[in-house]
């Protein structure tokens, strides 16, 4: 079964403190995988996905194969940084998603 | 970008009645579309996905005769929740796949709605 693990539910820093929003995933052939944010009061939305190698909003994630990681990063926190963040896989185009349990991002200032 | 509109965005029905909630792709046609359901403070949990003019495929545990899926169009999927009961109350939001501006398939998600059962 696709399994994404996101051991932590929260994660509180101070403005300009670097984050790491952990992800691990079971491994099953060639995943995409994503990170989606869902800010307060508003709708999921895609933060950034693996196969674009892009930096959004100064946050980056790197895919690990051999630790079956996809850490989601950023080296200076802001207070607008502050939102529910979901680690998700994907079999292949066009399939389920399968999410994590999220992780609440508080940036405090 | 691509917008995915759902309504109604909120309801309160009576135990035991019905309830549609329809998921619109409003500038792209979507060949499928999921709906999740969300408890508070937790994640995202797949129902169902539907596919244009073809049965869903239900997610294991889900009750596909209690949550109705019909896709009819490439715009257009509705989720009924039949006989509704309070445990059924819930966030349920759906999202659509596919191509939007040219860029490459994703999924774009709704604002969701909020369903209480008295």
């Known amino acids: 079964a696709q399994r994404v693990t996101q051991p932590e539910k929260l994660l509180s820093v101070f403005k300009g403190a670097p984050v790491e929003l952990k992800c691990n995933y079971s491994?099953?052939?060639?995943?995409?995988l994503f990170w989606y944010v869902q800010y307060s009061r508003q709708r999921l939305q895609l933060l950034l996905r693996h196969i674009s190698r892009e930096s959004i909003k100064g946050f980056t994630a790197d895919l690990n194969k051999g630790e079956t990681s996809f850490h989601l990063k950023k080296p200076f926190a802001q207070e607008e940084d502050s939102a529910m963040y979901y680690c998700?896989?994907?079999?292949?185009?066009?399939?389920?998603?399968?999410f994590g349990k999220g992780i609440t991002l508080s940036v405090r200032p | 970008g691509a917008v995915v509109s759902q309504h109604p965005s909120w309801v309160i029905c009576k135990s035991g009645t019905s309830v549609k909630i329809e998921c619109r792709s409003l500038?792209?046609?979507?060949?499928?579309m999921f709906w999740y359901r969300q408890f508070p403070k937790q994640s995202l949990m797949l129902m169902a996905t539907s596919n244009e003019g073809s049965k869903a495929t239900y997610e294991q545990g889900v009750e596909k005769d209690k949550f109705l899926i019909n896709h009819a169009s490439l715009t257009l999927s509705t989720l009924t929740v039949t006989s509704a009961h309070p445990e059924d109350s819930s966030f349920y939001i759906c999202?659509?796949?596919?191509?939007?501006?040219?860029?490459?398939?994703?999924?774009?998600f709704g604002p969701g709605t909020r369903l209480l059962v008295l």
């Open positions: 500038d792209f046609q979507a060949t499928t």
């Open positions: 999202s659509a796949g596919g191509l939007a501006g040219g860029r490459e398939e994703t999924q774009y």
């Open positions: 491994y099953s052939g060639s995943p995409e």
């Open positions: 998700a896989r994907q079999a292949g185009a066009n399939s389920k998603l399968t």
